[in-house]
C-alpha cells in the first residue's frame, strides 16, 4: 500500500508518522506492505486503487486531519479533528496528537471500506491495557476507563471490559510494590522439539544437545553477576521466573544446580512468587518436580495447547492428551497448587467444537489460571512457510468469545492481556486466574511496571524509572551460540547494571 503523506502543512517530518501509519495499515489491512512514493504527491490519483493520502489542515479553532484510502472496492476520505490550540503545547504532547488523529482518520476511512470495525477498534500497541491503568491511577472508575476506550478508540465493548478488569489488577499490582523490589527472569531456549506456531528463541534438543550444559555454566555466572549489581544497587527481588522454551528440558540434575545458584546468588529473600513453566507435557517428571518444590517454586505452567490429538500432531508435539493428564495428576501430588495451563485458539485442522472440547477439558481439571492464546502467524515459523489450512478470523473470534463467556461464568477473572502481530481476527491473548492467584510476575512484566532483570539468551532487561516515564533495554543475544561466543560482554553488561 502507498503512503502519501501532503507536507505543506504537517509540522514534523512525515517520517515521524510512518510507524503509525504502518500499525493502523497493518490492523486494517494485514495483507498490506508499506510503500513510499518518492518525489512530491501525484497531481491525479484517479489511477489508484491501494494508497492512502495523509492531509493536515489547521483552521483558526479547529484542526483537521484527514486520511483519503483508495482501495479497488473504492475510496473513502476519513477526517479527523481537534482545537487547534492542541498544537500549541510542547511539542511531545502536539505530536501525539497529531499522531492519534492520524490514525484515527485512517481507522474511520479504512472501516467505512471495510464495512467493519475490528475488535479492537483504533488500538494498535501489543499493551491496550496501559491505558485504562492510566486512567485508573489518574482517578478515573473503571466504567469511565471502559467508556475511553469506547468513544476515543472505538473499542468493542466485550474488548473495553477486557482491558478495564485488567487495569484494574495492574493498578493493584503497582500499589503492592516497593522502589526497591525488581523482579528476574530466567530464560532456558531449549524444547523437546519446536512448535509449527513458535517464534521463540528456542532450539529442539535433538539437535542442540552439545550446548545445554555449557549454557547453563555460563548461566550460572549471569546469575552471579546479576546478583552482585543487585546488591550494589540495594535492590531485591519480588517475583522469579524461568521460561523458556521449556525450562523442564533440563534433567533434574541441572535444574537442581541452576537453582541451587540462584538462590545463593540472587536476593531472594523477599521474594513472593516463584515461578517455572514445566509447559511440554513430556518434559516433566516426578522427579523434576520434587526439585522445583525443594527450592520453592510454588506456580507451574502445564501447557497442552489443545486437547485433540489430530490437532497436537498437525503443530508438532511429541506428546499426547494422556501425557498432559499424566503431568497434571503428577504436578497436583507433588503439591503444586497453583497451576497454569494455555489453550491456542486458531490452530491448524482446528475447530470451534474441537477448541470447546479442549475447553471444557481443561476447565474440569480447576486449574487456578488459565492462558487463553489466539494464533499469532508469525515468520519464520514453520506454520507460515507450510500455510496449513487455519480456521478463519471468525470462527477464531467465537473460539474467544466462548473461552470468555466460559471462564467469567465459573469464577476465573481476566488478569493480563497483550496482542502481536499477525494474529487471527486481530484479537488478544488473556490470562484468566482465581481471585488470589494471579501472577504478579506477568503483570508487571507485560505493563511494565517495574525493573525485570533477564539472564540468558533471548532476554532483554527493562530498567523502568516510572517518576521519569523511562524504560531502558539491555537485549542479551538471541541464540544459545550467539549467547556462549558473547559470554563475556554479557557478563560485563550484567555486573555494570545500576551504575550511573
Known amino acids: 500500500m502507498k503512503l502519501y503523506f501532503e507536507q505543506s502543512n504537517m509540522p514534523w517530518q512525515p517520517e515521524r508518522f510512518r510507524y503509525a501509519a504502518e500499525q493502523m495499515m497493518l490492523t486494517l489491512f494485514p495483507e498490506e506492505r508499506p510503500e513510499y512514493p518518492a518525489g512530491p504527491l501525484p497531481g491525479s490519483l484517479a489511477e489508484e486503487d491501494n494508497a492512502v493520502v495523509f492531509t493536515l489542515h489547521r483552521g483558526k479553532k479547529l484542526t483537521n486531519v484527514s486520511a483519503l ?20 503545547r510542547p511539542p511531545e504532547e502536539a505530536f501525539r496528537t497529531v499522531q492519534h488523529a492520524l490514525k484515527l482518520a485512517f481507522y474511520k476511512a479504512g472501516t467505512a471500506l471495510l464495512g467493519y470495525e475490528p475488535p479492537w477498534g483504533a488500538l494498535t500497541g501489543v499493551r491496550p491495557v496501559k491505558l485504562p491503568t492510566r486512567a485508573l491511577l489518574a482517578g478515573a472508575s473503571p466504567a469511565q476507563a471502559r467508556r475511553e476506550l469506547e468513544r476515543k478508540y472505538h473499542v468493542s465493548s466485550p ?25 528476574v527472569y530466567v530464560g532456558i531456549p531449549f524444547c523437546p522439539t519446536r512448535c509449527a506456531y513458535c517464534s521463540f528463541v528456542s532450539a529442539g534438543v535433538g539437535r542442540t544437545l552439545n550446548l545445554v550444559e555449557p549454557y547453563l555454566e555460563v548461566l550460572l555466572r549471569e546469575a552471579d553477576a546479576a546478583g552482585r ?27 537442581d544446580r541452576l537453582l541451587a545458584r540462584c538462590r545463593v546468588a540472587l536476593p531472594l529473600g523477599g521474594c ?23 527450592y520453592g517454586v510454588g506456580r507451574i505452567s502445564i501447557n497442552p495447547q489443545t486437547l485433540q490429538d489430530e490437532v497436537l500432531a498437525a503443530i508438532g508435539r511429541r506428546h499426547g492428551t494422556a501425557e498432559f493428564f499424566a503431568a497434571w495428576e503428577l504436578a497436583r501430588r507433588a503439591g503444586f497448587d497453583c497451576v497454569n495451563t494455555d489453550l491456542i485458539a ?64 465459573r469464577g476465573w477473572r481476566p488478569y493480563y492481556l497483550y496482542r502481536q502481530k499477525y494474529m487471527s481476527g486481530a484479537l488478544e491473548n488473556v490470562g484468566w486466574a ?35 516515564g523511562k524504560i531502558v533495554r539491555l537485549s ?13 560482554k554479557v557478563l560485563a553488561q550484567k555486573e555494570g547494571l545500576f551504575i550511573s
Open 476 to 488: 542479551n543475544p538471541k541464540y544459545p551460540q550467539d549467547y556462549l561466543r558473547t559470554a563475556e
Open 69 to 88: 484510502v483508495f482501495r479497488p472496492q473504492g475510496w473513502h476520505n476519513g477526517v479527523s479533528r481537534f482545537p487547534s490550540e492542541e498544537l500549541d
Open 159 to 183: 474488548r473495553a471490559a477486557l482491558a478495564a478488569d485488567c487495569a484494574q489488577a495492574s493498578a493493584a499490582a503497582l500499589e503492592s510494590l516497593r522502589p526497591d523490589e525488581v523482579s
Open 272 to 294: 513472593t512468587e516463584y515461578t517455572v513453566e514445566a509447559g511440554r507435557p513430556d518434559t516433566i517428571t516426578a522427579e523434576k518436580l520434587r526439585v522445583l518444590r525443594d
Open 229 to 255: 549489581a543487585l546488591a550494589r544497587a540495594g535492590l531485591r527481588v519480588r517475583s522469579f521466573y524461568m521460561g523458556g522454551g521449556t525450562p523442564t528440558t533440563l534433567s533434574a540434575g541441572q535444574m
Open 346 to 409: 486458531g490452530l491448524p485442522r482446528d475447530s470451534f467444537d474441537g477448541f470447546r472440547r479442549s475447553l471444557e477439558q481443561v476447565l474440569a481439571l480447576e486449574p487456578e489460571n488459565v492462558t487463553v492464546h489466539t494464533l499469532a502467524l508469525k515468520k519464520g515459523t514453520s506454520l507460515a512457510e507450510t500455510r496449513q489450512a487455519l480456521p478463519d478470523g471468525a470462527e477464531v473470534a467465537r473460539m474467544l468469545d466462548l473461552s470468555r463467556e466460559e471462564l467469567s461464568g
Open 434 to 468: 482465581r481471585p488470589g492467584t494471579e501472577s504478579l510476575y506477568n503483570i508487571v512484566m507485560m505493563e511494565e511496571l517495574h525493573t525485570v532483570v533477564s539472564i540468558g539468551a533471548g532476554g532483554v532487561t527493562k530498567l523502568v524509572d516510572r517518576a521519569q
